[in-house]
């Protein structure tokens, strides 16, 4: 079955889904996205219930292979350390991301030139700043201006409390004279077009039920639907379709709520599934013209995966810190360590997240991302009624480098619903990681007791948190040669003209901070280039 | 919840297992997870998940073995003989346990469900947020801008 065609076709209506149709609104271009999710409805959010910690052990879990709901594809990670992460479903891995909304540093942008790692990027941090300040004003964004570790910007709203924890841990970091911030976050410090302020509930990943988080599908999506653009729910794409004569992209084949394949035809698609959902299309379209996977002429779809392996360090303080109030993931970022030093053994650097402590039966389980129970009997009691309350703890978020072999295949037996192979992971830590994260628990230690934690709980330096590949990057990267890199600089497939990508598997590094507000500055960014260049868009 | 048709010696001996893996606190007048009646919530899991069922089954057969009762050498006995099916029992018991507001508040968090209420935060002010980042702010800019005139290191200021 064949629908009208359409002048753009979005596939996934996640983070970056949403940013790009709302950059292509003004060109009045017919704009469809499919999702193979649907709308969260209001019933949907388990925080309104008595047992609500228990959704994050099913169906509001982030890891699709616990959740296993409908729209949810399985996800091989036994050949990786780190297992990815998600949502699916209108606004995508933002209903679950607990939004925490640094930006990426000018220093990001230019590793091989500045450190000798990695790859520079095609555009730099200046380019990206106007679209950066676009999407932060869309969304809704709270934090304190004037951050000595950026160019100077200022948030469009104030920051949120950073609490007891924050404060406390602050006081630390001026102790030892390193720098922090209160963290830029997603999420709203006041009422704001229409949308209520955080309540400082805790659980954001459970969704916001608030809806202060800025999720997509409270941002941008009803904009969209309202100003017409397509959304089209339960489409599932299978496959991206090329015209054998042009070796354009000439729309998809997706299974549809109805349980029947449709085709739908389109001027210009453009993909948004993810860092790994996207390779996984690609890789699954073949033809004649397209044998290893569409526009996989470098051979480099699906090669580098990036995540940013992260650990915790947690300390005992005197006093109850109050931990599970508020956002979850978002107090205050020290970023002393983020910038390469030599003398520190590896190369680039990592950030010190405060996230706030978690809530009791997450803690019981050995924490968020984490599945490894804390003891029992005696011992329970006591961490419980002692340690659990008077916890405040630092997350080491290290910047992970490309390297070919962590990737994205596709898996020869394992399928989803429809059929369609899942994707298989395979990734291991590198030895520049693992001393980054070695140094970062020892910084982590240090800046714990100089808050006053009156002791410091072991941790198992070997691990990283397994349930926390949040970040999906790399795996159709930018770049200028096309022998080197998957899309262009503004995103569009060197090999098929009328094919872009715009979520986080274009990123060239990682940087050592949450993506999303950079995957939205980009699609921004694509958007325009897409409206500067529409005379002669697939020349 | 009738899910899990358990005879009373058993559920009697499920409740003396969850009392030492969770136990209560006199002092602070916290129940243990067999007085507060987790073993319902484990049928009803057991209910629903065969595999889970399977393993609390073995896990009762070879408790009622045990001759000299329930204390924490026969738990740990219990754990070292059937560490899987130990696991599962402990990752459900935490999560009967928590998954009850009495128990979340004994720990210090809130009883309610946390929307639409949340908690209250104070807001700091301006002024106290200004005094704590001003050591930071003092240290000037602190990154590298490859970008920037002068070989690209200008905004960098190493700490
Ligand atoms: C638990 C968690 C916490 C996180 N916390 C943070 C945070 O604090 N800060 C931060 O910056 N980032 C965070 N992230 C990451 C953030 O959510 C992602 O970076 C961001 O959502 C990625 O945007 P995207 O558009 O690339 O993909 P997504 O937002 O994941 O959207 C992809 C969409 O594509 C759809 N899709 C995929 N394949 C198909 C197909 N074949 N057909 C149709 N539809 C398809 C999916 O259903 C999905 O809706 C977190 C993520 C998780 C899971
Ligand atoms: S803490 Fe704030 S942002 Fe997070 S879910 Fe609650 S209201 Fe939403």
Known sequence: MASDPVDVLIVGAGASGAAIAWSLLETRMRILCLEQGDHLQDSDFPSRRDDYELARYAEFSCDPNVRKLKQDYPINSEGSCITPVNWNGVGGSTINFLGHWPRMKPSDFRTRSLDGVGEDWPLDYHDLAPFYDMNDANTGVSGLGGNPAYPDYTPPLPPIPIGKLGQTLAMGFNRLGWHWWPSDVAILSLDHDGRQRCVNAGTCDLGCAAGAKGGTNFTYWPVLENAGVELRTNARVREILVDRNTGLAKGVLYHGSDGQVHEQRAEMVVMACNGVGTPRMLLHSTSRLFPDGLANRSGLVGKNLMFHPLTGISGVFDEPMKGHEGPMACSILSQEFYESDPSRGFVRGYGLHSGRSTTPMTYALGGFGIDDPIPWGAEHREIMDNVYPYLAGLTVVTEDLPEEHNSVTLDPELTDGDGIPAPRISYRLSENTRAMLKHGEDRANEALLAAGARRILPNDSDKVWRRAGWHQMGTCRMGNDPKNSVVDGWGRSHDVKNLFIVDGSIFVTSGAVNPTATIQALALYIGDRIKTNIGNLFD | ?159
């Open chain 2, 1 to 159: 919840m009738a899910d899990f048709p358990m005879p009373p010696k058993e559920r009697h001996l499920l409740a003396s297992i969850l009392d030492q893996l969770i136990p209560g606190s006199c002092e602070r007048n916290i129940p243990g997870a067999g007085e507060t009646g987790v073993a319902d919530y484990l049928a009803h899991v057991a209910a629903r998940r065969s595999r889970f069922d399977t393993a609390l089954r073995r896990l009762l057969a070879r408790a009622s073995e045990l001759a000299d009762g329930i204390d924490s050498d026969a738990i740990r006995r219990l754990e070292q003989s059937m560490p899987m099916e130990f696991a599962e029992l402990l990752t459900e018991t935490y999560k009967g346990y928590y998954s009850r507001p009495d128990m979340r508040a004994k720990v210090g968090v809130g009883a309610h469900p946390v929307h639409p209420s949340g908690y209250e935060v104070a807001q700091e002010s301006a002024e106290f947020m200004d005094s704590l980042v001003e050591p930071v702010r003092a240290r000037g800019p602190f990154y590298r801008d490859p970008s920037k005139a002068g070989g690209g290191r200008d905004g960098e200021r190493s700490g």
